[in-house]
């Protein structure tokens, strides 16, 4: 399946498309390569496109980063985005006995990597000034898409599907907080930057431009 197909799937008709991503002979590497190394692409590119050529910002104020100090930043999120989908994987798979499931590596990345799909594809929302509301609604949809893919893969009973999930997005944020944190370090503040840097913060406020 193609991963336009693959992406309206999921959105559009959840329940059945499980149905079928629980019978694909797959792997992680294949899901990887064929799948999330374009879906986690998207909200890395909008940040990046958004932090360094839009900026960000409200209430009359509108920052800006350097381009290469933007870009760094965008590889790093988009590197370690990856990597805590398959991380995030890993807590499903061991707490799928707690809630009455099976333990099932590949399943278990699949429902991580497949129910990200709405969160991923609103990303591109960061290009849009006020987009982080459209983001919210694309991660809170990918959290019912997990919902509904955990009693299916990972064979938990229905009723323990709801504290199932709200388990697993708790580690999710606090692996997404994680990131945030590592990321941060790449983008540069007027902490660490020196008077007369080439890559200082390009800061506006109204029609006041300056660089901090």
């Not at 309206?8 to 019978?23: D, F």
């Not at 807590?91 to 429902?111: C, E, H, R, S």
């Amino acid at each position: 399946m193609s991963i336009v197909n693959r992406v309206k799937a999921i959105l559009l008709a959840p329940r059945s498309e499980w149905t079928v991503i629980e019978a694909e002979a797959d792997d992680v590497a294949g899901i990887y390569k064929k799948y999330l190394i374009y879906l986690a692409a998207i909200p890395a590119l909008a940040m990046f496109i958004a932090l360094t050529l839009i900026g960000v910002g409200g209430f009359g104020i509108s920052v800006k980063l350097p381009f290469f100090p933007g870009l760094i930043n965008a590889i790093v999120s988009y590197v370690l985005s990856l990597v805590m989908l398959y991380v995030v994987s890993l807590i499903v798979d061991a707490l799928a006995p707690t809630f009455g499931g099976q333990k099932k590596p590949l399943n278990a990345f699949k429902v991580i990597a497949y129910g990200s799909t709405a969160a991923m594809v609103a990303g591109i929302f960061h290009l849009i000034p006020g987009g982080s509301i459209l983001v919210l609604l694309g991660s809170l949809y990918s959290i019912y898409l997990i919902y509904l893919g955990l009693p299916l893969l990972m064979k938990c009973p229905q009723e323990k599907a709801v504290a199932y999930t709200a388990v697993v997005i708790v580690c999710a944020i606090v692996a997404g907080l994680l990131i945030s944190a590592i990321s941060s370090i790449f983008i540069p503040g007027p902490g660490n930057v020196r008077l007369g840097d080439s890559g200082a913060l390009s800061i506006s406020i109204g029609a006041v431009k300056s660089s901090a």
